[in-house]
């Protein structure tokens, strides 16, 4: 349950208040006046029927720059003692749905390409790096946890479903920058630290098997289960469980010492993790009814949705027979 606020012209009170009514709000109120001839009305309304109400407004105020929607969240709805508030608990046990807005909002963040980034980026590689050479696990749990390289890779899992180019090219733009900073440093830090590859943590990434097919599918839709349902704190166990950073890491300095079939080994991995959070990511949002509004936006995200989905399950499938050829004992003679 949310609350949703509307700040528009006093002409169009009448319509707010039906369409309150319409969509079912628990409750709504009125805010005061401004001075420009604005008003404001806020709505309790309930997951099930807030993406419709906000669709509705929208399509109402699409040549209105004056008007505001504000989707604010509740910690807490305080009934009078005996009040029938079962409405309320049914609500609440169904968890925390996201809308649209709500998702692009913070999905978005995730493909930002700026200093943040790239720092965070940078200082996860060296921690990973770090535990991977002394073989420390709770220092790359520390790595996994930050993160960065999952962000992006959401964010173009829910371009892709709205049919976003502008989103969809800044969430590549980001994964790839974080993929080449990762392997630039790691490449690096191979060059200069001398590194001993019986590391178990280093040597369990330049392999990988059909159980890291499923792990990859299973977190990538956990990811977006936590998302869309508000379950924001089961996203640290996701982001260890998909684990990007640490093959990168693998793959650059195994690269920088010249060990060509295990850097093929992490690339491996990394590729295969990629794919699995990218397709069950994409899966799960066209299952919860991520699409655009309009029915134009809505007939270009089918082509995209099309599209994109027959490459990553194609990607998948020649991944999933690489692996099967490399569980045989075959390699590449360098």
């Keep these: 349950m949310r609350i949703v606020e509307v700040v528009a012209d006093r002409k169009h009170a009448k319509t707010l208040a039906g369409m309150a009514k319409f969509y079912g709000a628990?409750?709504?109120?009125?805010?005061?006046?401004?001075?420009?001839?604005?008003?404001?009305?806020?709505m309790l309304v309930s997951d099930d029927h807030r993406q419709a109400l906000i669709d509705s407004l929208q399509d109402l105020f699409t040549a209105n720059d004056n008007a505001r929607i504000v989707i604010q969240s509740i910690d807490a709805v305080l009934t009078h003692e005996g009040q029938d508030d079962k409405d309320l608990e049914k609500d609440k046990a169904k968890s925390v749905a996201a809308t649209r807005e709500e998702l692009y909002s913070q999905i978005a963040k995730g493909a930002q390409l700026d200093s943040n980034f790239v720092v965070l980026t940078?200082?996860?590689?060296l921690v990973a790096a770090i535990g991977l050479i002394e073989n420390n696990v709770a220092v790359i749990i520390g790595a996994?946890?930050?993160?960065?390289?999952?962000?992006?890779?959401?964010?173009?899992?829910?371009?892709?479903?709205?049919?976003?180019?502008?989103?969809?090219?800044?969430?590549?733009?980001?994964?790839?920058?974080?993929?080449?900073?990762?392997?630039?440093?790691?490449v690096a830090i191979a060059l200069?630290?001398?590194?001993?590859?019986?590391?178990?943590?280093?040597?369990?990434?330049?392999?990988?098997?059909?159980?890291?097919?499923?792990?990859?599918?299973?977190?990538?839709?956990?990811?977006?289960?936590?998302?869309?349902?508000?379950?924001?704190?089961?996203?640290?166990?996701?982001?260890?469980?998909?684990a990007l950073l640490p093959p990168t890491a693998t793959m650059g300095m195994m690269l920088g010492a010249g060990r060509w079939e295990e850097a093929l080994g992490a690339f491996l991995l990394l590729i295969v993790n990629i794919v699995c959070v990218l397709l069950s990511a994409k899966v799960v949002f066209l299952l919860k009814g991520v699409r655009p509004r309009s029915w134009t936006d809505r007939n270009r995200a089918k082509q995209?949705?099309?599209?994109?989905?027959?490459?990553?399950?194609?990607?998948l499938a020649l991944l999933i027979g690489v692996i099967l050829i490399r569980a045989t004992g075959w390699h590449i003679p360098w």
């Excluded at 995209?304 to 990607?315: D, H, M, P, Q, V």
């Design 122 to 125: 940078a200082l996860s590689t």
């Design 144 to 186: 996994m946890v930050i993160a960065p390289l999952l962000g992006p890779n959401i964010a173009l899992a829910f371009a892709t479903s709205l049919g976003d180019k502008e989103l969809t090219w800044r969430a590549f733009k980001t994964n790839g920058a974080g993929i080449g900073l990762s392997m630039l440093i790691s």
């Design 192 to 242: 200069v630290l001398p590194i001993g590859f019986d590391s178990s943590e280093i040597l369990s990434r330049t392999d990988v098997d059909l159980g890291g097919v499923v792990l990859g599918l299973a977190s990538g839709a956990a990811a977006v289960l936590s998302l869309t349902t508000g379950l924001s704190s089961t996203l640290v166990g996701v982001m260890v469980a998909v």
């Design 26 to 42: 628990e409750d709504f109120w009125w805010g005061g006046d401004a001075e420009d001839g604005r008003c404001s009305i806020r």
């Design 304 to 315: 995209s949705n099309a599209i994109y989905l027959s490459l990553w399950a194609i990607l």
